[in-house]
């Protein structure tokens, strides 16, 4: 088998120089951006609140109340 040959000519991203530029743009829509901040807020407090609950252990245990328990119950 031969050898792995490189098929692009891409420099390495160490090699690569970038820039920034400055484009000016209308003015932004500042109700929808504080509307997408709280909302990734909200998300973010809601995937944190849910990983803390799923570590906590309950104050207290109770019995499942499945359909064997609730049919005993009737009897």
Same mark, same amino acid.
């Given at each position: 088998?031969?050898?792995? %040959?490189?098929?692009?000519? *891409? *420099?390495?991203?160490?090699?690569?120089?970038?820039?920034? *530029? %400055?484009?000016?743009?209308?003015?932004?829509? +500042?109700?929808? +951006? /504080?509307?997408?901040?709280?909302? +990734?807020?909200?998300?973010?407090?809601?995937?944190?609140?849910?990983?803390?609950?799923?570590?906590?252990?309950?104050?207290?245990?109770? %019995? &499942?109340?499945?359909?064997? &328990?609730?049919?005993?119950? /009737?009897?």
């Amino acid at each position: 088998m031969s050898r792995y %040959a490189k098929k692009t000519d *891409r *420099r390495p991203y160490e090699e690569r120089s970038f820039s920034v *530029r %400055a484009v000016h743009r209308d003015r932004a829509d +500042l109700h929808k +951006l /504080a509307e997408v901040l709280i909302r +990734l807020t909200l998300q973010e407090t809601g995937e944190s609140r849910a990983a803390r609950e799923a570590t906590r252990v309950p104050d207290t245990y109770r %019995a &499942a109340t499945d359909g064997l &328990a609730a049919s005993e119950a /009737a009897r």
